[in-house]
């Protein structure tokens, strides 16, 4: 089956195929009211009734300047357009266990009994000197990020789009909490040493026939509290329903894409379930993303919340440390991380 709208000499095998739909299946939601206080239970409500029925949502006035998220796109697109040696001169193995810097084509695979992801990354995370007491004692995914050679005014431009989305999700996360009757500060405590993670990802264009082997990215759910993901206009992403159908989740020009993950299913009992989602790259050129992961505290301890179950519907799930728990789910998607032995 040939699909209309991609990329030429584009074919598709059977169930690969993102069914198009009005966009308004996945909501968008005007984030004005809540940043500026006009309507915040207006709009923790939409966000509540779009996290139980389809996981993600859009965002509109979210406060992201326009002109920041493009400059981002563009040192993206000037980092992975650098030769192979200068992007593995800094490769994710070199940082372990951080997991900063560039994780080149197949080397994390999301959906590894099905699908090798043809996508290349590069990974950034919270700027944490050496005398941090964290880095100290050699906390996963804490410390100095690894930044490329060569590429002037590369870091102060992405650095500035971390901080602005990092922001952006913590207010996400405050309105998450009042979406479940809860204080808005409820989870602060579990957020304010977050692991995070900036991703800047090149999908390339593929031809012919594309099967479920190989795609830009196979089907998960994300590992942590939420995602805030800015997609360039290739498109590509998709998401799975409750009644087993992928639907595509176009760009949608001065939006962001938010999804819930897998601790928020956790803390709320599967009320708000993560949602599996994929992408594949039809559109017959590049395609690039910026996916931020805002995951818990290393140390946060992740459970059933009180008014999230019942005698009727007890704990699916059993507590966690959100740390260990991301620290698993990566060795489970990145093969490097099995190797006996690693560069310091």
């Given at each position: 089956?040939?699909?209309?709208?991609?990329?030429?000499?584009v074919?598709?095998?059977?169930?690969?195929?993102?069914?198009?739909?009005?966009?308004?299946?996945?909501?968008?939601?005007?984030?004005?009211?809540?940043?500026?206080?006009?309507?915040?239970?207006?709009?923790?409500?939409?966000?509540?009734?779009?996290?139980?029925?389809?996981?993600?949502?859009?965002?509109?006035?979210?406060?992201?300047?326009?002109?920041?998220?493009?400059?981002?796109?563009?040192?993206?697109?000037?980092?992975?357009?650098?030769?192979?040696?200068?992007?593995t001169?800094?490769?994710?193995s070199?940082?372990?266990?951080?997991?900063?810097?560039?994780?080149?084509?197949?080397?994390?695979?999301?959906?590894?009994a099905?699908?090798?992801?043809?996508?290349?990354?590069?990974?950034?995370?919270?700027?944490?000197?050496?005398?941090?007491?964290?880095?100290?004692?050699?906390?996963?995914?804490?410390?100095?990020?690894?930044?490329?050679?060569?590429?002037?005014?590369?870091?102060?431009?992405?650095?500035?789009?971390?901080?602005?989305?990092?922001?952006?999700s913590?207010?996400?996360?405050?309105?998450v909490?009042?979406?479940?009757?809860?204080?808005?500060?409820?989870?602060?405590?579990?957020?304010?040493?977050?692991?995070?993670?900036?991703?800047?990802?090149?999908?390339?264009?593929?031809?012919?026939?594309?099967?479920?082997?190989?795609?830009?990215?196979?089907?998960?759910?994300?590992y942590?509290?939420?995602?805030?993901?800015?997609?360039?206009?290739?498109?590509?992403?998709q998401?799975?329903?409750?009644?087993?159908?992928?639907?595509?989740?176009?760009?949608?020009?001065?939006?962001?894409?938010?999804?819930i993950a897998?601790?928020?299913?956790?803390?709320?009992?599967?009320?708000?379930?993560?949602?599996?989602?994929?992408?594949?790259?039809?559109?017959?050129?590049?395609?690039?993303?910026l996916?931020?992961f805002?995951?818990?505290?290393?140390?946060?301890?992740?459970?059933?919340l009180?008014?999230?179950?019942?005698a009727?519907?007890?704990?699916?799930?059993?507590p966690?440390?959100?740390?260990?728990y991301?620290?698993?789910?990566?060795?489970?998607?990145?093969?490097?991380?099995?190797?006996?032995?690693r560069?310091?």
């Amino acid at each position: 089956m040939t699909h209309g709208r991609s990329g030429a000499n584009v074919n598709l095998a059977a169930g690969l195929e993102g069914r198009r739909v009005p966009f308004e299946s996945v909501p968008v939601i005007d984030l004005g009211p809540f940043l500026d206080g006009g309507d915040k239970p207006g709009v923790a409500r939409a966000i509540g009734r779009a996290c139980r029925e389809v996981g993600f949502f859009y965002v509109r006035n979210h406060g992201m300047p326009r002109a920041r998220v493009e400059a981002a796109f563009a040192e993206a697109r000037r980092f992975f357009a650098q030769p192979l040696e200068a992007k593995t001169a800094i490769h994710v193995s070199k940082s372990y266990p951080r997991q900063r810097g560039y994780i080149p084509l197949f080397e994390e695979n999301t959906d590894p009994a099905v699908t090798a992801d043809l996508k290349e990354c590069f990974d950034l995370g919270r700027e944490l000197p050496p005398d941090d007491p964290a880095v100290r004692a050699g906390t996963p995914f804490h410390g100095p990020n690894v930044w490329p050679e060569g590429l002037p005014g590369f870091r102060e431009t992405i650095a500035a789009y971390y901080d602005a989305v990092l922001d952006l999700s913590l207010t996400l996360a405050r309105a998450v909490a009042l979406s479940l009757d809860l204080p808005e500060d409820h989870f602060a405590d579990k957020l304010d040493r977050a692991v995070t993670t900036l991703r800047l990802i090149q999908y390339p264009p593929q031809q012919g026939r594309i099967e479920p082997a190989t795609f830009g990215c196979g089907a998960h759910t994300d590992y942590g509290f939420l995602t805030v993901l800015a997609q360039d206009q290739a498109g590509g992403l998709q998401l799975k329903n409750c009644a087993g159908d992928w639907i595509a989740a176009p760009p949608i020009a001065g939006t962001l894409v938010v999804n819930i993950a897998e601790m928020v299913e956790r803390w709320t009992n599967g009320l708000y379930p993560a949602t599996l989602h994929r992408v594949i790259n039809t559109s017959g050129r590049a395609r690039y993303s910026l996916p931020f992961f805002l995951d818990t505290n290393y140390d946060a301890r992740v459970e059933c919340l009180p008014n999230c179950r019942s005698a009727e519907h007890p704990a699916k799930y059993p507590p966690v440390i959100g740390g260990e728990y991301l620290f698993q789910r990566y060795d489970q998607t990145f093969p490097y991380r099995a190797e006996p032995t690693r560069d310091a």
